[in-house]
């Protein structure tokens, strides 16, 4: 018997069994291999993936770069920024090609310096694309040179980067170049920072930390109720403080209190968040102006917390306040020169002046005066009718009323040292005295010297300032005080040239009194005047007795001979009335001016036997009349010299005269525009209606009309300006309108600041849009993986955990869609809120729909609704919290069903009071209807204590927005939420 014979069956089944074994140990050994394979397979997918949607995030594209063989490959985000097919390499020749002239040399060489074996192979540029269709781009361009070891040497193998469309971003730098000098370091070193980031969630933090600590802006993380938990560098800037010092400060020591920082933390809790203007103090207790921004939030914790945005706009405010001074000032001076036609008095127009410089520097009392020839102060206008009960001493040392008193105390100062001055302690000043009986206290004075052709001609003064004066009184009474000067002095001059005129017409009655009778000055001449044959001088002219043939020499000065001569040959040759005004040697030997007429005597045949004449003094009339072009002279020389365009027109708006920069701001002259072109014919079409309101406006308001108008005018040469026209009506006694007075000033490059500053204002809010849907797009992320990570857990799926990650994922993504729709059109705070809500709703839709299930979606949304960021945010988390609900609960043993949207506003107040429908007509009343045909709601679900998140979040948003929500269970469910909002 064999050996093999001899073996039992009990061996066999040994052999049997342990071979089994040994064979199941080798197949679990494969099969766990097999698994941790696919472990690996499936972890580097993961990990592709998270790069790709890094990649994606970040806008950035990827290039590698052949350097063996000059060939470059792209994927399809970078051929795309240069416009070429991303499905073959290109030559670095046509790369470079594309490269914009200025920057091909620069690029070239950082090229050449990146894959220099002696460098670091780090590759890092910003330069311009010109692509094909001839638009042009901007790229940053990131890179990492590799080399090999080829005969001993390093040779450049491969180069591989990525890079990223910056254009916008370089134009924006362009627009805020001026005022963010340092903002295009700050924003490489982010682009880097954020280029780094999405290659490791973990430099995602780094790169926030970055953001806060080099922010312009002063953040602040803190409790709701002030405690300070941390704060930025430009926060400790601001303050002047450290980050400790700011947390024990708290929000006590830092915010000065008053109304607004109360309104402003009831807004927060009633919003979530809130604007504001506070006033903040500084460590060395001064203080600043800081436009703020805070909302709340809930950290990992669950706690409630807020961050606080800081922005310093104390030199903003001071602008602000600078324009608002100048404008008051021009105000001012409008009135003052308008007073002139419409006063009669000098007093009247004193009166005026001071009313200005009142209101101008918020004084209660004032005075002008005037220095006269007696070397007095002689009161123009005084303003206090307490003065009344005031006595001063006079030269002989009585006491009188004020007026007509010696130069002394604090007038005196500013009259005699020519120079405007302030104070606040009068009593203490060294030129002050004691006040005299009666005199008002004086608690602050403020003295500006009426200078006119550098003569000190009087004083405006005002007092008592309630809060005292600075340097901004200080120069606004100095900047009214020439155009003071000038209105009185052209009125003392008018009503000089009155009392002249109406001097004249009484010795012209007197004159003719005398001609008839016995004449001031009678002269007789010779038919051809060779000889005088008398005159009665009266002490004007010297007296001849007897004929005299020289009295041309005698009374006629040489260069004024032969003129007059030769008037007096043509009355002989016409036999007509000598009639001649020139000028004589007086008496006295002086120079003087003398009207003379004659009448020819004839005998029975015509011909002249004597001349018969009179004459009159002319002499003060002409001195006057000099006196008068010479003011006027001045007072053009003022208008042309104050930068601006003074005019009158009279009651059918045709123009009298026009003075001033004219032909600096129009381009046309003076005489042009009185003869040949009317002012209004130089006002663009487009404001030409607005321009002629305000002409009605004038003509039919009632009583004297001050007004402003603000409107483009085109110049002779084509330019458009932009004017501002104060002008004033000024009523005759019949009450209507009798002139038209009024300043013009060329705004131009104040309207073109103002442009400049609001598309700045556009581009930073855009910029700020799209950069927080980025940073709520990478929290949605975030949260998305966060939520794939319990996947892998049995205990976890299908729990609320991944419910919750997912709604709060579908939360951020609802207030990340607002901010994307504000970035695409326009950057303004103002949505409109159908588009946006038609994405919200797609993108939901395409979220929840699973499977084969045929649920419609209707929108019946009203068009051109515009809502701002307090409206928009709230009603776009109700809608997205109603939609969720009705995906996830109203169809669950069911494939079909509809979900409905509406969005209207309605016609409310007819029921209404008076005042409430005022109130009403100035709002918009919006009606939002979310309903479903599903199994609706449960019966024990209430409004009033919902027991789901999504219910009290839904509720407390609707409170937010001061609306009222309706809950409806007939065949399904419906939710109707009616909100007002105001229109802006």
């Keep these: 018997?064999?050996?093999?014979?001899?073996?039992?069956?009990?061996?066999?089944?040994?052999?049997?069994?342990?071979?089994?074994?040994?064979?199941?140990?080798?197949?679990?050994?494969?099969?766990?291999?097999?698994?941790?394979?696919?472990?690996?397979?499936?972890?580097?997918?993961?990990?592709?993936?998270?790069?790709?949607?890094?990649?994606?995030?970040?806008?950035?594209?990827?290039?590698?770069?052949?350097?063996?063989?000059?060939?470059?490959?792209?994927?399809?985000?970078?051929?795309?920024?240069?416009?070429?097919?991303?499905?073959?390499?290109?030559?670095?020749?046509?790369?470079?090609?594309?490269?914009?002239?200025?920057?091909?040399?620069?690029?070239?060489?950082?090229?050449?310096?990146?894959?220099?074996?002696?460098?670091?192979?780090?590759?890092n540029s910003e330069y311009r694309v010109q692509r094909k269709d001839g638009t042009e781009r901007w790229i940053a361009v990131r890179g990492r040179a590799f080399w090999r070891d080829k005969e001993q040497k390093l040779k450049p193998a491969q180069f591989l980067g990525t890079l990223m469309d910056i254009t916008e971003s370089k134009r924006a730098e362009v627009a805020l170049e001026k005022a963010y000098q340092n903002l295009e370091k700050k924003v490489k070193e982010r682009t880097v920072e954020l280029h780094e980031a999405y290659n490791s969630l973990k430099e995602s933090e780094e790169r926030y930390r970055s953001i806060y600590e080099s922010s312009l802006d002063g953040i602040m993380l803190t409790k709701p109720d002030g405690t300070i938990l941390s704060a930025n560098p430009q926060a400790c800037i601001l303050f002047d403080m450290t980050e400790e010092e700011i947390k024990q400060a708290g929000r006590e020591g830092l915010v000065v209190k008053d109304e607004k920082l109360a309104s402003a933390l009831k807004e927060r809790k009633l919003k979530g968040q809130a604007k504001a203007e506070l006033t903040f103090r500084r460590k060395d207790g001064s203080t600043f102006i800081g436009e703020t921004s805070s909302s709340l939030f809930k950290d990992v914790y669950g706690n409630i917390k807020t961050s606080m945005i800081i922005r310093d706009i104390t030199e903003r405010k001071r602008e602000d306040h600078k324009i608002r001074r100048y404008n008051k000032v021009l105000e001012g001076v409008n009135r003052i020169f308008g007073n002139i036609v419409k006063d009669e008095t000098e007093e009247e127009l004193g009166n005026a002046c001071l009313s200005v410089a009142l209101e101008v520097t918020g004084s209660q009392i004032g005075f002008v005066g005037e220095v006269g020839a007696d070397g007095l102060l002689h009161d123009i206008a005084i303003s206090d009718m307490g003065w009344s009960q005031c006595t001063m001493y006079n030269k002989t040392g009585h006491r009188r009323p004020p007026g007509n008193f010696v130069l002394q105390e604090l007038y005196g100062s500013v009259i005699n040292n020519g120079r405007s001055f302030f104070t606040n302690d009068p009593q203490s000043h060294p030129d002050s005295i004691d006040l005299p009986r009666g005199h008002p206290q004086l608690k602050s004075f403020l003295g500006v010297p009426l200078i006119l052709d550098k003569k000190k001609m009087g004083i405006l003064a005002v007092a008592n300032r309630e809060d005292g004066y600075n340097l901004e009184q200080q120069e606004d009474l100095q900047a009214i005080a020439p155009a003071v000067a000038h209105t009185l002095q052209r009125k003392y001059e008018e009503q000089q040239l009155r009392r002249t005129e109406k001097a004249l017409q009484e010795n012209e009655k007197r004159f003719r009194a005398l001609v008839t009778a016995s004449s001031e000055v009678i002269y007789r001449m010779s038919p051809d005047w060779k000889d005088m044959n008398r005159l009665c001088g009266k002490g004007f002219l010297a007296n001849t007795e007897s004929p005299n043939q020289t009295w041309l020499e005698g009374y006629i000065l040489p260069e004024d001979q032969s003129y007059v001569t030769s008037v007096i040959n043509e009355a002989i040759r016409k036999k007509k009335i000598f009639e001649l005004e020139h000028r004589v040697l007086r008496a006295d030997g002086s120079i003087g001016w003398t009207l003379s007429r004659a009448v020819p005597m004839l005998d029975e045949n015509g011909e002249i036997i004597e001349w018969f004449g009179a004459a009159s003094d002319t002499t003060e009339h002409k001195t006057a009349e000099e006196n008068l072009k010479l003011s006027e002279e001045r007072y053009r020389s003022f208008v042309e010299n104050f930068k601006g365009i003074a005019f009158q027109i009279d009651k059918n708006f045709n123009l009298e005269f026009i003075h001033g920069a004219v032909k600096e701001i129009t381009g046309y002259s003076e005489k042009e525009l009185v003869s040949d072109t009317s002012w209004r014919q130089l006002v663009v079409p487009e404001d030409v209606d607005m321009f002629l309101e305000a002409e009605q406006k004038a003509v039919q308001w009632p009583d004297d009309y001050n007004g402003e108008i603000e409107y483009r005018i085109r110049t002779k040469d084509g330019k458009i300006k932009w004017m501002h026209e104060f002008h004033q009506k000024i009523s005759g006694k019949s009450g209507r309108p009798e002139k038209y007075t009024g300043v013009i000033y060329d705004i131009t490059e104040k309207k073109e600041i103002e442009a400049a500053l609001e598309k700045i204002e556009i581009a930073r809010q855009k910029e700020l849009h799209h950069r927080i849907k980025n940073n709520l797009q990478v929290i949605s992320s975030l949260l998305d993986l966060a939520a794939d990570k319990f996947n892998n857990k049995e205990c976890i799926k299908g729990s609320d955990v991944q419910d919750a990650f997912r709604e709060s994922q579908d939360r951020v993504m609802s207030i990340a869609l607002i901010h994307k729709e504000l970035h695409e059109t326009g950057g303004d705070d103002t949505l409109n809120f159908s588009p946006y809500l038609r994405r919200l709703v797609d993108n939901l839709f395409q979220t929840y729909r699973i499977g084969n299930t045929d649920i419609s979606l209707n929108l019946d949304l009203e068009e051109n609704v515009l809502f701002d960021m307090d409206i928009a945010i709230?009603?776009?988390?109700?809608?997205?919290?109603?939609?969720?609900?009705?995906?996830?609960?109203?169809?669950?043993?069911?494939?079909?069903?509809?979900?409905?949207?509406?969005?209207?506003?309605?016609?409310?107040?007819?029921?209404?009071?008076?005042?409430?429908?005022?109130?009403?007509?100035?709002?918009?009343?919006?009606?939002?209807?979310?309903?479903?045909?599903?199994?609706?709601?449960?019966?024990?679900?209430?409004?009033e204590n919902p027991d789901t998140l999504g219910l009290q979040l839904v509720d407390v948003l609707v409170y937010q927005l001061n609306g009222e929500i309706e809950l409806k269970r007939d065949k399904g469910t419906e939710f109707k939420i009616s909100f007002i909002v105001q229109k802006s």
């Design 1 to 123: 018997m064999s050996s093999f014979d001899r073996l039992d069956t009990n061996e066999l089944k040994s052999r049997e069994q342990k071979l089994t074994a040994k064979l199941e140990k080798v197949n679990k050994e494969l099969h766990a291999e097999i698994l941790e394979r696919k472990q690996v397979e499936e972890e580097l997918h993961y990990i592709a993936e998270q790069r790709k949607l890094a990649l994606e995030i970040a806008g950035l594209g990827t290039w590698e770069y052949d350097v063996a063989s000059g060939l470059t490959r792209w994927d399809e985000k970078s051929s795309e920024v240069f416009g070429l097919s991303h499905n073959q390499p290109h030559t670095q020749e046509k790369v470079l090609a594309l490269v914009h002239p200025e920057d091909r040399q620069r690029v070239i060489a950082d090229i050449r310096a990146a894959i220099d074996p002696t460098g670091p192979g780090i590759y």
């Design 874 to 943: 709230p009603l776009g988390m109700i809608i997205n919290e109603l939609i969720s609900n009705s995906f996830k609960y109203a169809f669950p043993e069911t494939d079909k069903g509809t979900v409905q949207i509406k969005l209207f506003s309605e016609q409310t107040g007819d029921e209404l009071s008076n005042e409430k429908r005022e109130y009403i007509e100035k709002c918009t009343r919006y009606t939002l209807i979310v309903s479903d045909d599903g199994v609706g709601i449960s019966e024990t679900v209430s409004l």
